[in-house]
């Protein structure tokens, strides 16, 4: 997890208006809006060059080439002549915090950041999960893993397990609580902690499956990664971070095709441009993030392990999604310029942040610019196809058909 001093989340904001202007509050049912002259990127490979989004209340009814698109009589127009759509991004990997204010702006903070749903891992206040039903006004919609599991490990707030008996049990309490997902963590932290074990964890598989719910595994070392794809996991939390994994690792990702993938990518430990979060934080605050900002080789090395894996996964056709750990909700955008550097191209990258993540989810109303979906996109100043970073330069966002007040961060 990246080390930025989270008193700075607060203060985000984004200083750069927009050169044109969406209605700002429009309501959730208002009258059709037309938004033209894009590029879209649709967020399953496809680009159109000249394209309309047609926007009925929360939902897109129309989207594509200009020319195919017809726009209904007495819509709104919106021109966004020069400007990049792109679906909201979707973060799998999260850390929210545990009071209900408190969430609450955690998700508006994403959503001012282009995120519309955040999955929160295995680490959440049970009390808050009814919150995933409720639709709030500006914010990014909410998942959770619900309580995550590992053998004792004092401080962490999981279910605590010593036999394949309790690690059933954990998982059917978990299912009481419908979660989205079920979170393990098969780490011993440097020899801090027991580890689960491999019974232990094919019995917590074989559990969730039988309850018709997936598996996503908190890995460190290349042997646990191995044990797990046996064992019949769903997902990877992080990739392997021991080591360049072999052949065998990759053969394995590749006989099964719908495995998941969240790199989460680590601090890549060389000093980088964070001008771009300058204008949206005290002299104070940003002080506090460049602190933090500084050439470290150790950090540098274990970066390039990650990096090299995740490099060698992409080419072998893995299905990757985006995920970022910890609480920074700008930290897509700098997730998906890491992976760039790691080899993927720009067009993938935006694919694992906007489709690939929807459908890991199941969120069948997301993650693409289509007929039906949820309103849910960002149009930047800049084409991130050129370069990744291009996400960086929001000039607007709708959520849910409603344009996100961005004139100050929440």
Do not use: C
């Not at 904001?13 to 990127?41: C, D, K, M, N, W």
């Not at 799998?92 to 282009?114: F, M, P």
């Not at 969120?363 to 996109?377: I, N, R």
């Amino acid at each position: 997890m990246r080390r930025v001093n989270a008193a700075a989340v607060a203060a985000i904001v984004l200083g750069v208006l927009a050169s044109f202007v969406i209605p700002a509050h429009i309501p959730a049912h208002a009258q059709t809006t037309a938004y033209e002259g894009a590029r879209l990127i649709v967020g399953d490979g496809r680009v159109i060059e000249n394209g309309t989004v047609v926007v009925d209340g929360a939902r897109i009814t129309q989207a594509g080439d200009a020319k195919a698109v017809k726009v209904p009589a007495g819509a709104r127009r919106v021109g966004l002549a020069g400007k990049t759509v792109m679906p909201m991004i979707i973060d799998t990997h999260v850390h929210l915090r545990g009071k209900r204010e408190s969430l609450v702006r955690d998700l508006k903070q994403r959503a001012y950041w282009g995120v519309s749903t955040a999955m929160s891992m295995g680490t959440d206040n049970l009390e808050l999960l009814p919150m995933r039903d409720e639709t709030i006004p500006g914010a990014a919609r909410f998942l959770s893993a619900g309580r995550g599991i590992t053998r004792p490990e004092p401080l962490r707030p999981t279910f605590q397990i010593n036999s394949e008996e309790e690690g059933r049990k954990a998982v059917q309490e978990n299912a009481k609580l419908k979660v989205d997902i079920v979170k393990i963590w098969v780490d011993d932290r440097f020899g801090k902690v027991p580890k689960i074990t491999p019974a232990q964890y094919a019995a917590i598989i074989d559990e969730a499956h039988k309850l018709k719910i997936r598996v996503s595994a908190h890995i460190f070392e290349m042997e646990d990664a191995k044990g797990l794809m046996r064992a019949g996991l769903d997902a990877f939390a992080h990739g392997v971070r021991d080591k360049d994994i072999d052949d065998e690792t990759i053969a394995m990702f590749k006989q099964r095709p719908n495995l998941v993938l969240i790199p989460n990518l680590p601090d890549r430990g060389v000093k980088v441009d964070r001008n771009w979060l300058r204008s949206g934080m005290s002299a104070d605050e940003f002080a506090a993030v460049e602190k933090t900002n500084t050439d470290r080789p150790k950090a540098q090395a274990f970066h390039a392990i990650q990096a090299r894996n995740l490099a060698k996964l992409n080419a072998a056709g893995v299905r990757i999604v985006i995920g970022t750990d910890g609480n920074r909700p700008w930290g897509p955008h700098e997730e998906m310029e890491d992976m760039v550097l790691a080899g993927m191209t720009p067009a993938q990258v935006i694919v694992a942040a906007t489709r690939n993540g929807a459908d890991y989810l199941r969120l069948a109303d997301a993650g693409t610019l289509e007929a039906g979906k949820s309103a849910d996109f960002i149009a930047l100043d800049a084409n991130p196809l050129d370069d990744i970073i291009n996400t960086r330069r929001i000039a607007a966002v709708v959520l849910r058909g409603v344009s996100v007040d961005r004139t100050q961060a929440p």
